[in-house]
Nanobody, 122 residues
Framework: VQLQASGGGLVQAGGSLRLSCAIS????????MGWFRQGPGKEREFVGL????????SYANSVKGRFTISRGKAENTLYLQMNSLKSEDTAVYYC????????????????WGQGTQVTVSS
C-alpha cells in the first residue's frame, strides 16, 4: 500500500483546510488509517484515526471539535477536514496505515505518506 498526502498550504488563523490521502493498493475493513503531524523541532504526534470499514473515529484532545476525519471508499481516499485552525496546528501532516491496531502510537503504523505542510499564520 502506498499513501500520498496532499492539500496543505498557508492559511490564516481561524481558517480551514482539507487534507487528502490517496491510497494505492488494497485496503481492508479492519485497517486503521491515521493522521499524524510533526511540528518544527517536535516529534510526530497523533491527530486522529478511523477504522476503514465502519468509519469509527477518534481524535487527539487538541483537535477534537475542530478536525474531522472521513474516508471515501469508492475513491480510496482519506480526508482530514481542519476548521478553526490555530498557529499551533502548523506542522507537516502525515497519513498512516495500521493493518490491525486501533492505536495512537506512531510505531503501530506500517505505511506512511510523504507528508504535506500546513502553515497557520496568526
Amino acid at each position: 500500500v502506498q499513501l500520498q498526502a496532499s492539500g496543505g498550504g498557508l492559511v490564516q488563523a481561524g481558517g480551514s483546510l482539507r487534507l487528502s490521502c490517496a491510497i494505492s493498493g488494497r485496503i481492508y475493513s479492519s485497517h486503521v488509517m491515521g493522521w499524524f503531524r510533526q511540528g518544527p523541532g517536535k516529534e510526530r504526534e497523533f491527530v486522529g484515526l478511523i477504522r476503514w470499514g465502519v468509519g469509527t473515529t477518534s481524535y487527539a484532545n487538541s483537535v477534537k471539535g475542530r478536525f474531522t476525519i472521513s474516508r471515501g471508499k469508492a475513491e480510496n481516499t482519506l480526508y482530514l477536514q481542519m476548521n478553526s485552525l490555530k498557529s499551533e496546528d502548523t506542522a507537516v501532516y502525515y497519513c498512516g496505515l495500521s493493518r490491525s491496531e486501533w492505536s495512537t502510537r506512531v510505531s503501530d503504523y506500517n505505511s506512511w505518506g510523504q507528508g504535506t505542510q500546513v502553515t497557520v499564520s496568526s
